[in-house]
Nanobody
Framework: QVQLVESGGGLVQAGDSLRLSCAASGRAFSSYAMGWFRQAPGKVRESVAAISPSRPTLFASSVKGRFTISRDNAKNTVYLQMNSLKPEDTAVYYC???????????????WGQGTQVTVSS
């Protein structure tokens, strides 16, 4: 069992940066692939980025070059650094833990409650 708590969301202007954090409970954090996902009002949840236990990463094309994902296994925490934010990045951002590195939302077993990111134009 893994419990996840996101933080770091907020209201920013276009072009600004934010760093989201996701703190995980449980001793097996380092063995999980971690993903960040987002869901805007009226839209399906979409993948943003993912990182494997050995740190290879995947990114959605919409955020590649602007977002980075990293993890600190000693702190049981995964981060999403978001630069050059756009209004279309506005969404609730969720972190999730799974057994394989994938961008498939259905392959993740544990989810946080989400943190709101709002980007004004």
């Amino acid at each position: 069992q893994v419990q996840l708590v996101e933080s770091g969301g907020g209201l920013v202007q276009a072009g600004d940066s934010l760093r989201l954090s996701c703190a995980a409970s449980g001793r097996a954090f380092s063995s999980y692939a971690m993903g960040w996902f987002r869901q805007a009002p009226g839209k399906v949840r979409e993948s943003v980025a993912a990182i494997s236990p050995s740190r290879p990463t995947l990114f959605a094309s919409s955020v590649k070059g602007r977002f980075t994902i990293s993890r600190d296994n000693a702190k049981n925490t995964v981060y999403l650094q978001m630069n050059s934010l756009k209004p279309e990045d506005t969404a609730v951002y969720y972190c999730a833990a799974g057994r394989e590195l994938t961008m498939n939302v259905d392959r993740y077993d544990y989810w946080g409650q989400g943190t709101q990111v709002t980007v004004s134009s």
